[in-house]
């Protein structure tokens, strides 16, 4: 079955960067777009970024670009997200997420979550 | 407009039926999702390009769209469907995703 399990969250200082990865499984990983969501304690869902399931489409939210990089690793079925310049409003927990349909464009459904891993940005 | 606004909660009958709303102007354009998440876990998907159902989810579930108001119709709540409900759409203006805010649906 579909397995997304996501890595590298902690506790990281204001201004320090940190490497969230997503590692997949039991589905054909290079034909999916792939997103960020964040959740930020007691809050809403907040999207962060995308990526094409070939790599060469990106798209990120107004509040982490510049800052955060979406990436993946087709051969290794891996998911990154890489943040930089952290401040305390990216304190969240962090799911990667998969495209409902494989295609080129990346989409607004995501039918398969993982578990998330917490960010926690303080001094 | 970037904006989804859905009512923050919404009560519900055991075996009644509830809408949940939300509105914003891309919704005239794009498509709308809807994710269930239930308290402590991770979001799950309920409906998608506006009406349709992965598979698994009951047909209890189901979306509409009228004008630049989307909606996800409950017809027979169960105690189980009790859960935050989000609806997320296109932003027009840049191509990302934009999320409502959410509402809390209680199953009384």
């Known amino acids: 079955q579909v397995q997304l399990v996501e890595s590298g969250g902690g506790v990281v200082q204001p201004g320090r960067s940190l490497r969230l990865s997503c590692s997949a499984s039991g589905f054909t990983f290079k034909n999916y777009a792939m997103h960020w969501v964040r959740q930020a304690p007691g809050r809403g869902l907040e999207w962060v970024a995308s990526?094409?399931?070939?790599?060469?489409?990106?798209l990120y939210a107004a509040s982490v670009k510049g800052r955060f990089t979406v990436s993946r690793d087709n051969s290794k079925n891996t998911l990154h997200l890489r943040m930089t310049s952290l401040r305390s409003d990216d304190t969240a927990m962090y799911y990667c997420?998969?495209?409902?349909?494989?295609?080129?464009?990346?989409?607004?459904?995501?039918?398969?979550w993982g578990q998330g891993t917490l960010v926690t940005v303080a001094s | 407009s970037s904006d989804l606004t859905q009512d923050p909660a919404v009560s519900v009958a055991l075996g009644q039926t509830v809408r949940i709303t939300c509105q914003g102007d891309s919704l005239r354009t794009f498509y709308a999702t809807w994710y269930q998440q239930k308290s402590g876990q991770a979001p799950f998907l309920v409906i998608y390009?506006?009406?349709k159902r992965p598979s698994g989810i009951p047909d209890r579930f189901s979306g509409s769209r009228s004008g630049r108001t989307v909606s996800l119709t409950i017809t027979g709540a169960q105690a189980e469907d009790e859960a935050d409900y989000y609806c997320t759409s296109r932003d027009t203006s840049d191509n990302s995703v934009i999320f409502g805010g959410g509402t809390k649906l209680t199953v009384l």
């Open positions: 990526v094409s399931y070939g790599g060469d489409g990106k």
């Open positions: 997420a998969k495209d409902v349909v494989t295609a080129p464009e990346m989409g607004i459904s995501f039918d398969r």
């Open positions: 390009d506006g009406s």
